[in-house]
């Protein structure tokens, strides 16, 4: 699988697909089609056989792929990754219908929700196999669930979004820091 941009536009959705989630809140990121439609759109999707039986496809999978970006043993990781692609109708084809070579990984005629489980756990198998398990992480800020996907090349990513719980954690610090330097009495 030639990952960039294929390969990382797949584990995108599927870090999409688990914040949908949003375990910390209790609120519901695909409450409907549309919002569905508009998260696998925003990855490359193309939407226009999106059913409501794919919505609950999706909506189900959801905890199942967060593990991946929890467990900490690579090897469980395989395991589990494994387990869930064995629950699939796979058949790798190359194709180039949009003029680059690349694979398909479901059968002819699956649906919407199965071609992207599939590509999804086809893209999480081939981060480990070569950039290693420790690129899928949960989001280092207090209070945040969100998972991420490190493509930095010295895996130094740590927060899932750099305008909110990077500059929350970095603000904070910087305070810290002031009512530290603040209290010091000047010798």
Not at 150 to 159: A, E, G, M, Q, V
């Amino acid at each position: 699988m030639s990952f960039e941009p294929y390969g990382e536009r797949a584990v995108n959705t599927v870090v999409a697909l688990v914040n949908s989630l949003a375990p910390s809140d209790g609120t519901d990121g695909l409450p409907d089609l549309d919002a569905c439609a508009q998260l696998l759109g925003e990855h490359g999707w193309i939407v226009d056989d999106l059913t409501s039986a794919d919505l609950r496809f999706l909506r189900k999978l959801r905890p199942r792929l967060r593990f991946a970006f929890e467990v900490q043993d690579e090897r469980e990781l395989v395991t589990h990754l494994n387990r869930l692609l064995s629950e699939c109708d796979v058949l790798p084809q190359l194709t180039d219908h949009d003029g680059a070579w690349h694979f398909h990984y479901a059968r002819p005629g699956a649906t919407l929700a199965q071609r992207v489980f599939v590509t999804g756990l086809m893209a999480l198998l081939v981060v480990v196999r070569d950039r290693g398990s420790d690129r899928l992480r949960i989001c280092a800020a207090d209070g945040c669930a969100n998972v991420l996907f490190d493509t930095t090349k010295n895996h130094s990513r740590r927060f899932c979004d750099a305008r909110t719980c990077a500059n929350r954690v970095h603000t904070a610090a910087y305070r810290r820091r002031q009512r530290v330097k603040a209290d010091t009495p000047d010798r």
